[in-house]
């Protein structure tokens, strides 16, 4: 059973936002005011399986949604494919962890009979926003994990895709306080915003996304499209891909290999969403013009 995250006794649980004292210099003056800053903390993911316990990953993120960011991690690598492998996500109460990290760490229990393998999570042991693969090796490594090419459909009229952005912008709350803060949001191939996350990490924010919707039993996304506020990477279209989503579209640029991926595995990709301006770099029949 997945659990909704509960407060621990004595232990008060870190906040999306920090506040902070700055100097503004305008105009040749300074002054000082308050600011708020995303929160950055380290989140350590336990993996649980009968009587083993390891730790897999350990990545930076801006708390909130940590269990849903668990789960959507660990779907991208191919460790949770469903919910029913998830017996129970909770944070760590063990007597022998400090307070203040007892809300860092999150422990995912599988049910037992479960079949594990994590060598795919050897080079994720620590993420960061600026992690990277080899491009080649990925690849290979994305066929030998099975993962399929994206059916056909659904098409997409050019301006639903025109609107995606203003909407996303429109539902980032922490980022209109901080300022500092990716966002990735769910969207129907109508343009009808489904969900939304926040994280100071692109890949993060996208891993609340999908944790959100495995656990609410959404998955494959096969008939929904993925928006990011920044570029699109190997790791997004990864996760998106393991996610069945056939439409991703980002503010920013694709990576080289970002492209590479979209076109092996039928998704379709956007970049450069502004305005009433786009560019498609794989999957161009999903998109009409009218």
Request: aromatic content about 6%.
């Amino acid at each position: 059973m997945l659990e909704k995250p509960v407060s621990v006794a004595g232990t008060k649980r870190p906040g999306n936002k920090t506040k902070t004292r700055v100097r503004v210099v305008e105009s040749g003056r300074k002054r000082l005011k308050s600011d708020v800053l995303a929160t950055e903390e380290p989140m350590e993911i336990r993996l649980i399986v009968g009587d083993s316990r390891q730790t897999v990953a350990v990545t930076m993120r801006t708390p909130g949604n940590d269990f849903e960011l668990a789960a959507g991690f660990l779907h991208g690598e191919r460790i949770v494919k469903s919910r029913d492998d998830v017996k129970k996500i909770s944070y760590c109460t063990d007597p022998d962890v400090d307070a203040e990290q007892l809300y860092n760490i999150v422990n995912v229990e599988l049910h037992r009979g479960v079949e594990v393998d994590i060598r795919p999570l050897e080079r994720n042991f620590y993420t960061t926003s600026a992690c990277g693969v080899c491009g080649k090796a990925s690849l290979e490594q994305l066929e030998l994990r099975g993962c399929p090419v994206i059916p056909p459909g659904p098409e997409v009229s050019a301006e639903t895709v025109y609107s995606l952005p203003e909407k996303l912008r429109e539902q980032q709350a922490l980022f209109d306080s901080t300022g500092g803060l990716h966002a990735a949001a769910l969207f129907t191939p109508e343009g009808e915003l489904v969900a939304v996350r926040e994280d100071v990490g692109r890949h993060n924010a996208t891993d609340k996304l999908i944790g959100w919707a495995l656990m609410e039993g959404k998955l494959p996304l096969s008939d929904h499209l993925v928006m990011v506020s920044g570029r699109s990477s190997f790791e997004i279209l990864q996760k998106c891909l393991q996610a069945g989503v056939p439409v991703i579209a980002a503010i920013s640029a694709p990576s080289s290999l970002a492209v590479d991926v979209a076109r092996e595995f039928g998704i379709t990709l956007v970049g450069f969403l502004r305005g009433e301006r786009f560019n498609v770099y794989s999957g161009q029949e999903r998109i009409t013009a009218g």
